[in-house]
Structures are given as C-alpha cells and as structure tokens.
C-alpha cells in the first residue's frame, strides 16, 4: 500500500494511471484546490491543517511508504481548520513556507519521518518519466554552446538552497532571463516580445533540493513556449527532470530544429 500526497497539474495524473496499471494498492490524500481527485474511491480530501487526520489515515492504512506529486500551493492560514496535531505542526510549516514552496516540502518530510513515514522518490513507478544523459533530438548542442551550457550549469549551482530558481535563459554566454516562483511558463511568456534567437533553457533543480517531492518538470508545452521566442533548445539533468509526453517533445524538437539535451 502507498499513500500519494497529490496536488496540482498533470503528473499526478501519470502515477496514479502507472499504479492502476501495475495493480498497486492506493490512496490518496488530495491536496488540490478543488478536490480534483474527488471521483476516486480511494481519494480523501483533507486540509494540510489536519494533520493529525492525515497520520491517521496513514496509519489505518498500514501504510509506511508515502509519495508526494504536482505542486502544493502555500497555505492560506487564515482560512484552515485545524486538529491538535495540525496546530502542533503548522508553525513550522508556517516558517518554511516563507522560503517557498519547496521549504513547504521539505518541512512535510520531515514530520512524517518523524512518525517512521518513509517518502519515496516521485519517480519511483515511473522511471521513464526521466531521461539519462544524452541527446534526444537531431540537433546536437554546438562546440561553443557546450562551454555555454557549463557556465549555466555552474550559475545555477551557485545558487542559495532556497531560491525559486529552476531555470534561466541563456544566450551568448550571458543570462536573458531567470526564473522565479512564478514557474518557467511565466519566464518564457516575458521574453515573448524580445524574440531571443538562438538562445536556450537550461532547466535543472535547485542546490540541494529534496529530490523525492519536486523534480523540476518540462512538457510539450515547454517546448512550444521556447519555439515562441526561437530558443534553439533545451537542457535537462540526468534522471533528475520530469519529462512529459517525451515522445510529443522529442519529435516536437525534430519538426522544429531544436535540440532536447540531457547532461
């Protein structure tokens, strides 16, 4: 038995589609908005500030291994109810959620670890959602795009433990444009008026991030928002980016002249 801690966006959706595949036993605990997993038999909808309700759950379930997928939003502390367990806990949520989402993370594994709740790489069951190092596409990074791609890479990792940043713009060896915890999507749709050219993404995660809850993720969409603004490609990690519909973005990048490479 595993217990999902699923919020936001499309990856949640392909766990839980790899787990009805494979026939593991699950439940959910639903931190969307609005209930998105509410038709699930095996879904509970339960506030992060009852998180007493939640171990318990968990417990019930002799559940000792736990996954977390999609993006949590920061919670709104005004407007949740609480159980004893869930005031005990919240204001060390409270303090982590003013480093952002991932601190939110974090500080949630570490509670469960508490009570012996080991959390399971996102990836587990689906391994194919990450890429090994390589090149994906026809087009191959140039000599001189290689030493630019290192230098973001070296950017990147200079990078304080609790920035939002998971990617950056890079062009002739300078930095167009950074990302913030507004998402990648939001950097790329900035740039749409400036018409970079020749430029790329480099998308990796941040310097010490819990890589069992928030790999950084691209999909289709990502790559239609590079073509917007002419990026010649994109860089990933090795087994260390969620790719979607890989198949989709790899020929996507093939149509279009761009490279998919993964270091």
Do not use: W
């Amino acid at each position: 038995m595993i217990g999902l801690f699923l919020g936001e966006k499309k990856l949640p959706t392909e766990i839980l589609n790899k787990l009805k595949k494979k026939k593991i036993k699950y439940f959910i605990i639903d931190l969307t908005k609005n209930n998105k997993f509410k038709k699930d038999k095996n879904s509970f909808f339960i506030s992060i500030g009852k998180f007493g309700k939640i171990l318990d759950l968990i417990n019930s379930k002799k559940c000792k291994k736990v996954l977390f997928a999609g993006s949590i939003s920061k919670p709104n502390i005004s407007s949740l109810k609480f159980d004893l367990k869930g005031i005990y806990y919240m204001p060390r949520v409270i303090k982590a959620s003013k480093l952002g989402d991932a601190a939110i993370l974090k500080e949630l594994i570490n509670i469960l670890a508490e009570h012996k709740i080991k959390v399971i790489k996102l990836n587990f069951f689906n391994p194919e959602l990450t890429l090994k190092k390589g090149n994906y596409s026809f087009l191959k990074p140039s000599k001189y795009e290689i030493l630019e791609i290192k230098k973001g890479i070296k950017y990147l990792n200079k990078l304080n433990a609790y920035n939002h940043t998971q990617g950056i713009i890079l062009r002739n060896g300078k930095i167009a444009a950074i990302e913030t915890s507004k998402g990648t999507k939001k950097m790329l749709q900035k740039l749409k008026k400036t018409k970079i050219l020749n430029g790329m993404l480099i998308k990796y995660p941040k310097k010490k991030q819990d890589l069992r809850a928030d790999l950084p993720t691209i999909g289709l969409d990502t790559l239609k928002d590079c073509k917007k603004i002419n990026l010649k490609g994109i860089v990933l990690k090795s087994n260390e980016n969620i790719i979607l519909d890989k198949n989709k973005c790899i020929s996507f990048a093939n149509k279009n002249n761009m490279f998919i490479a993964v270091k």
